[in-house]
Nanobody, 123 residues
Framework: QLQASGGGLVQAGGSLKLSCAAS????????MGWFRQAPGKEREFVAT????????YYADSVKGRFTISRDNAKSTVYLEANSLKPEDTAVYYC??????????????????WGQGTLVTVSS
């Protein structure tokens, strides 16, 4: 089970740090990802991190502004979002990569979706 938190209302240019806590003992066995879904749009890839935390991969739209990290001792993955823009407004979800490629951006390769946390960026 995954539980995301840390969303909220922020002005453009501001920052938020999202957290996603996992229950169970197998968190460190999975590459983890963040996705987001804006109203009326499909869920899209944001970032992913390898199981050991040594490798990360970002969508072009957030590269240089967002940072994904994880703490396997706490079974938690984080997404630090800086220089937020109104177009970053969405529900943000974390998920475990169940597919064969750690750099996958496909929703279909991810599972155990958390309930999501809403990020709203005002202009």
């Amino acid at each position: 089970q995954l539980q995301a938190s840390g969303g909220g209302l922020v002005q453009a240019g501001g920052s938020l740090k999202l957290s996603c806590a996992a229950s169970g003992r197998t968190f460190s066995s999975y590459d983890m990802g963040w996705f987001r879904q804006a109203p009326g749009k499909e869920r899209e890839f944001v970032a992913t991190i390898s199981r050991g935390g040594g490798s990360t991969y970002y969508a072009d739209s957030v590269k240089g502004r967002f940072t994904i990290s994880r703490d396997n001792a706490k079974s938690t993955v984080y997404l630090e979002a800086n220089s937020l823009k109104p177009e970053d407004t969405a529900v943000y979800y974390c998920a475990a990569n169940l597919g064969p490629r750690w750099q996958s951006k496909s929703v279909a390769d991810f599972g155990s979706w958390g309930q999501g946390t809403l990020v709203t960026v005002s202009s």
